[in-house]
């Protein structure tokens, strides 16, 4: 699992990863979205389910019974996810959250200031329609593993930081599930202060450290 996830990460230092500006709508390759994505992401992901004990086969095997189609999506992976990654920038534009492309991984990335009120674990009621326009491509696209990582910045003790950074995960969680997005595709970690993607003594910095990633994995890249 661990060196799919690295050939990902390797693939996307060589090729460049782009990123979606939600606010003005352009598509665009930079060194914050690479380090956001890998750093961040990618490496937060691999790292967990690494090192989590629950066999990698057996979670592909509930993923794809719970899935419509009941059926890996192969060689298809890149279509499948392509195709995804489409409907996921149509849905998101203007919403203020960045649509990030990892190879055949894609990571959704929600600022905590548009997402959370300081300090809460609980949704802001303004953001529900985009957490219902996310929830109905992902519940579509069924074949995938839905991580969502919590994150905060360095403002308060460890503890608390992680604390809340799991409470909103799985705030978040909760919400595809109420969505009609299949349980058991769904796993939620707090990862605290750890993956911070900007420098913690700007204001600046510490919103962009403030959020919640959405990753997309595809299914069958879990059995190998």
Known sequence: MLKVLSAVAAGCLLSACTTFDAYTGEEKTTNTAIGASIGASVGAVAAYLANKD??????NQRILAAAAG?????????????AQEAKLRKQ??????SVVRDGDNINLIMPGNITFASNSPDINAGFYDVMNAVAL???????TLVFIGGHTDSVGSDTDNQILSQRRAESVSRYLASKEVAAVRLEAVGFGEQRPI??????SGKQQNRRVEITLLPSESLAK
């Open 198 to 203: 900007a420098d913690n003594t700007s204001e």
């Open 54 to 59: 629950e066999d990698s086969r057996s979670r």
């Open 137 to 143: 491509v992902i519940a579509e696209y069924d074949k």
């Open 70 to 82: 009941g059926a890996a999506v192969g060689g298809g992976i890149g279509y499948y996810m392509d």
């Open 92 to 97: 998101l534009r203007d919403s203020g959250v």
